[in-house]
């Protein structure tokens, strides 16, 4: 079973930034995708960003050109780099363990505990 632990979470402003990261351990070898969700309060979680194995990435159409997601395969480390901040980013941050394939992101079991991120105006 893989256990993930995000961390960087916060208050920011609108336009600034934050960089999250997702810590990956247990298991790690059978780790296809790593995915970013969000869930703001009362709402569904949406998914943000995701990197597959080979380096593809897909993105919402409301973070494209804002959100970069990355990995360091050494620390086993995603990373989810938030720039241009607004106000709806606000929600709890989670990071998954998935499936990549057919230009798609699949999510699997694994979640970390989450992380908020607020945007004040």
């Known amino acids: 079973q893989v256990q993930l632990v995000e961390s960087g979470g916060g208050l920011v402003q609108a336009g600034g930034s934050l960089r999250l990261s997702c810590a990956a351990s247990g298991g790690i070898d059978s780790i296809n995708a790593m995915g970013w969700y969000r869930q703001p309060a009362g709402k569904s979680r949406e998914l943000v960003a995701a990197?597959?194995?080979?380096?593809?990435?897909v993105y919402a159409d409301s973070v494209k050109g804002r959100f970069s997601i990355s990995r360091d395969s050494a620390k086993m480390t995603v990373y989810l780099q938030m720039n241009s901040l607004r106000p709806e980013d606000t929600a709890v941050y989670y990071c998954?363990?998935?499936?990549?394939?057919?230009?798609?992101?699949?999510?699997?079991?694994?979640w970390g505990q989450g992380t908020q991120v607020t945007v004040s105006s």
């Open positions: 990197i597959g194995s080979g380096g593809d990435t």
């Open positions: 998954n363990s998935g499936v990549y394939y057919s230009g798609s992101y699949h999510y699997g079991d694994s």
